[in-house]
């Protein structure tokens, strides 16, 4: 039988593996390959060859093994968060890729820091340090920022100190989860 005329589902290229929570369990998803509307896929150690398209907004036709199967996506409120129901069940997904990390990484941590040590949430690169060792800073002083996924980052001071160290140069390329800046906070006399 031979498949209508439309549209294939498209991954966007650049994300060649990414998590995706399937209402609470964490799957890491990788495309392998992909010949036209053929997709081969690794959901953690697992290989899966699907021929999938799409038939209409939100709607994918996917065969899997020789069984077809209609999934419906619809957006939930927020970008990359999603209801997806099949004939059976309905599901809520939400795929977490490098930008949703650095996001919630900032928003938990309110700057990616931990106290006065300012680590980065993510790779990137340091755009610009406006302090120095020594250096006398305020709560809220800009310590240094970061440009990651095409946003600049100011990471200040949770409080008043002296600037203890700092672990990078202006220009330099970071890791996730590096030490950036140490502040040791001012004693009271």
């Keep these: 039988m031979e498949r209508p005329a439309t549209s294939r589902l498209h991954l966007k290229?650049?994300?060649?593996?990414?998590?995706?929570?399937?209402d609470g369990r964490?799957?890491?998803?990788?495309?392998?390959?992909?010949?036209g509307s053929i997709l081969t896929l690794q959901?953690?150690?697992?290989i899966y060859e699907v021929d999938a398209l799409k038939?209409?907004?939100?709607?994918?036709?996917m065969i899997y093994k020789g069984k077809s199967y209609n999934i419906e996506m619809i957006e939930s409120g927020s970008p990359r968060h999603y209801t997806v129901n099949s004939f059976h069940n309905s599901y809520q997904v939400e795929v977490i890729d490098a930008q949703t990390r650095y996001r919630a990484n900032r928003s938990k941590s309110g700057s990616?820091?931990?106290?006065?040590?300012?680590?980065?949430?993510?790779?990137?690169?340091?755009?610009?340090?406006p302090v120095k060792v020594g250096d006398a800073v305020e709560a809220g002083q800009t310590l240094i920022i970061v440009s990651a996924m095409k946003m600049e980052s100011?990471?200040?001071?949770k409080?008043?100190?002296?600037?203890?160290?700092?672990?990078?140069?202006?220009?330099?390329?970071i890791d996730a989860n590096k030490v950036l800046v140490v502040v040791e906070e001012r004693q009271e006399d």
Excluded at 26 to 35: F, G, H, S
Excluded at 43 to 46: G, I, S
Excluded at 154 to 157: P, R, V
Aim: net charge negative; glycine share 10%; hydrophobic share 40%.
């Design 159 to 173: 409080s008043a100190g002296v600037v203890k160290s700092i672990h990078v140069a202006e220009g330099d390329t």
């Design 154 to 157: 100011e990471f200040k001071a």
């Design 13 to 22: 290229p650049e994300i060649m593996a990414t998590e995706i929570n399937i």
């Design 43 to 46: 959901v953690d150690d697992e």
């Design 112 to 129: 990616g820091d931990t106290g006065n040590t300012i680590i980065s949430p993510m790779p990137g690169k340091v755009v610009k340090i």
């Design 55 to 61: 038939v209409g907004e939100g709607i994918y036709s």
């Design 26 to 35: 964490l799957a890491q998803v990788t495309e392998l390959k992909r010949d």
